[in-house]
């Protein structure tokens, strides 16, 4: 039998002494180190330095079930008995993280992302953030570029470069809105020399929108289009006829 005994002093040390004689599985808690090792010394059982230990352990368990709330009750507890406790604020914020993870396996991609920038917020080096972040905005950027909605495109991108500028999954996307844009103003570009002048301007306006953040190439190129699609006066004078 598995049994933990609160307290190694001398009636707690007498009760491990017979238990652990009977061939139970004994773990004795104390916030006194020495209570401890002498217990750990002297009869076969295991010790825990401090209650808080043991909440620890259990919050561990309670978070890798996923039942999140008791874990944050108990969490609770731990920092009104011990207000400077360190030990704390990492379980905080590895319980965000799971419950980000629990948001996402439900398709709930914007309640986990939220739950994600907030860990964020109290640590933005928490192990697999970065990957997860990259992982949970990947897919939207997709559909929403599948979709021809870049307004949306651009602000998950923007989200996430705000976060990590540097990102693998901000640069990938970053390259494929630029390079569609790049495709379109080069089409604008040949529809302005075939003087089909409205068609290249709405080509034009719709590179942009793709990807507004042009170089300087791109820039040049712009500028050129403009020229090329803006309308002779004869041609002014023509369309109001």
């Known amino acids: ?17 017979h238990l652990a004689n009977e061939n139970n599985d004994i773990t004795i808690v104390d916030r006194d180190a020495n209570l401890v090792r002498r217990a750990t010394d002297t009869l076969d059982v295991q ?14 368990l309670l978070i890798e079930e996923g039942k999140t709330g008791e874990a944050y009750d108990l969490l609770q507890r731990l920092e009104y008995w011990l207000p400077d406790w360190d030990q704390a604020i990492p379980r905080f914020n590895k319980m965000l993280f799971k419950e980000a993870e629990m948001y996402a396996q439900n398709g709930k991609s914007v309640a986990a992302m939220a739950m994600l920038e907030q860990l964020y917020g109290r640590y933005p080096e928490f192990p697999q ?59 604008s570009l040949r529809l302005a020399q075939e003087s089909r002048h409205r068609e290249a301007a709405d080509i034009a306006r719709e590179a942009g929108f793709i990807w507004p953040r042009m170089g300087k190439s791109q820039a040049d190129r712009a500028n050129l289009c403009l020229l090329y699609t803006s309308p002779s006066p004869r041609d002014q004078r023509g369309s109001r006829i």
């Open 1 to 17: 039998m598995k049994i933990i005994i609160c307290g190694a002093g001398q009636v707690g040390w007498q009760i491990a002494r």
């Open 47 to 60: 010790g825990i330095v401090g209650i808080e230990q043991l909440m620890l352990e259990r919050i561990d």
């Open 129 to 187: 953030l970065q990957d997860t972040m990259g992982e949970l905005v990947s897919p939207k950027i997709r559909q929403a570029v599948e979709q021809s909605n870049y307004q949306r495109a651009q602000w998950l991108i923007g989200r996430l470069s705000r976060r990590y500028a540097e990102h693998a999954v901000v640069d990938q996307w970053k390259q494929v809105l630029q390079r569609r844009s790049d495709d379109k103003m080069e089409e």
